[in-house]
């Protein structure tokens, strides 16, 4: 599967964090998940929201932003 960017720069949390779950809740393990978004809030939600469900996520400053690449959860 190849990688799915999702780009929610000018939209306020928790609107990426549920754009992520929805994508995620059918995906295969190990599926890559991009997410763009410059809300400071996201920094903070989208990690907090991977570690309370098992996926992993790699943040990166993007320009005026965050990029957030997260991997799918194990079982």
């Given amino acids: 599967?190849?990688?799915?960017?999702?780009?929610?720069?000018?939209?306020?949390c928790p609107i990426p964090v549920l754009k992520a779950e929805k994508f995620?809740?059918?995906c295969p393990v190990g599926?890559?998940?991009?997410i763009i978004a410059d809300d400071p809030?996201?920094?903070v939600d989208i990690p907090v929201f991977?570690?309370?469900?098992?996926h992993s996520c790699?943040?990166?400053?993007?320009?005026?932003g965050f990029s957030f690449t997260i991997t799918a959860k194990t079982i």
Avoid at 1 to 12: E, P, V
């Fill in 1 to 12: 599967m190849s990688d799915k960017i999702i780009d929610t720069r000018g939209l306020k």
């Fill in 41 to 43: 809030v996201a920094r």
């Fill in 31 to 34: 599926a890559k998940l991009i």
């Fill in 58 to 64: 790699v943040v990166a400053n993007e320009g005026s």
């Fill in 24 to 26: 995620l809740q059918n």
């Fill in 50 to 54: 991977c570690q309370n469900n098992n």
